[in-house]
């Protein structure tokens, strides 16, 4: 069916209006957030408000934090975060990807791997550096994804219900930590199992061995499955708590990484739909606990993973849903236009500009919402159900 807006009259315009008003004040207050997310924002949203200027000034951005050297290896505000970036934007970066390549083989090389595993800080977010990077150069994302692979299956916990990863304590948060003193199975897809899976999926092509861990992974997963929905980890003597209804934990971020794994396995998406049919018919706010409009967990990520689910299956229930959820999140804003959007970000008093959690992704996903072009950033997210 290929992508195609969803908004019309009102609801559009005021869309068109707040993507105008995040670019203008994102432009002007540059150093409020990444170059990462700067770059990718004035990439996709130029089809609304073209801003070369704004662009311009953030690819030169990322490529200074490319010489000053990012903090860390990670996906998000980490060296594989950069390199995906430029991947995903640039036609002809080899010659700056050519250091984030070798940076990050020799990261992933060797035969153990002590740190995170999951898409946010670890194995599974440097991953999807390397798919990023299998057009323009298979052999060094075959490499890379090979390493990962490897420590996954290394990594992973073989149970009677599947496989899955252990998140140790000592990789854990202080407050989860304190919590949590003997860890857990983290169950969402920004920290956990499911982010996992879904990028073992996309690099079952490229690498043997990652389809079958896939697979083992999600029958684990949907051991896990419960009355009324997914917890949010799993810990020896701790009682489940079923998550929000959000991408990073919960329902929809799930039935995302499922679908979207399932395409690309050849498996049947039968769960994952249901589950996805579920989440378009949840309504209320309180229910759902959607405070704000962000992606990570906030009612603009509901309405973009609608519209994925939408594009993806051609039902017209994930569209009014995704209506929904848009009209909502547009109604958080405050009198003072984007900044209400970014000030109502976690209920914080700061504004959030970011694009996991502040306005840059609200504007993203509107702006995937009011043309035609697929947002394929969202591979960042690991929402990318392949289109019907």
């Known amino acids: 069916m290929g992508w195609s807006s969803i908004l019309d009259g009102d609801l559009a315009a005021t869309a068109r209006a707040a993507i105008g008003e995040i670019a203008t004040v994102v432009a002007a207050h540059p150093n409020e957030t990444s170059a990462v997310d700067r770059t990718l924002f004035f990439a996709y949203s130029s089809a609304v408000v073209d801003r070369p200027e704004a662009y311009d000034a953030a690819i030169e951005d990322l490529l200074r934090s490319v010489e000053a ?19 995903h934007v640039v036609d002809d970066a080899e010659g700056t990807l050519a250091p984030i390549d070798a940076a990050l083989l020799q990261i992933v090389d060797g035969d153990t791997w002590t740190g ?16 990023e990077r299998g057009t323009a150069n298979p052999g ?5 994804l090979e390493r990962i692979v490897r420590h996954l299956e290394r990594l992973a916990v073989r149970t009677a219900e599947g496989a899955a990863w252990f998140s140790a304590p000592a990789l854990l948060p202080p407050t989860h930590r304190a919590q949590f003193p003997a860890g857990y199975y983290d169950c969402g897809v920004a920290h956990g199992v499911p982010g996992t899976i879904a990028f073992l999926a996309r690099a079952g092509d ?20 419960q009355p009324g929905g997914f917890p949010i980890q799993v810990a020896a003597g701790h009682p489940l708590e079923l998550a929000r209804t959000a991408w990073c934990y919960g329902d929809a971020g799930i039935a995302a990484a499922l679908w979207s794994a399932a395409m690309r396995l050849g498996t049947s998406p039968a769960f994952a739909q249901a589950l996805a049919g579920e989440v378009a018919r949840r309504t209320d706010l309180a229910a759902c606990r959607v405070v704000d409009p962000g992606l990570c967990h906030g009612a603009v990520g509901l309405a973009h993973l609608c519209n994925r689910f939408f594009h993806a299956s051609g039902d017209a229930t994930f569209r009014e849903a995704a209506r ?5 999140g547009l109604a958080m804003r405050v009198p003072e236009g984007v900044a209400g959007i970014a000030m109502a ?10 694009l996991v959690e502040g306005a840059i992704g609200v504007g993203l996903a509107l702006t995937a919402a009011v043309t035609d072009n697929e947002p394929s950033w969202d591979r960042l997210l690991l929402t990318d159900v392949p289109v019907a």
């Open 69 to 87: 050297g990012p903090p860390g290896p990670m996906l998000f505000g980490g060296l594989a975060g950069v390199g995906w970036t430029l991947a």
């Open 206 to 225: 490229l690498v043997a061995g990652a389809a079958p861990l896939a697979a083992d992974a999600t029958r684990w997963l949907l051991a896990q499955h």
């Open 324 to 328: 929904r959820w848009y009209g909502l």
């Open 140 to 144: 060094v994302a075959h490499a890379g």
């Open 345 to 354: 970000v976690g209920n914080r008093a700061e504004p959030s500009w970011n």
């Open 116 to 131: 995170h595993y999951d898409l946010i800080s670890g194995l599974t977010g440097i991953g999807l550096y390397f798919l």
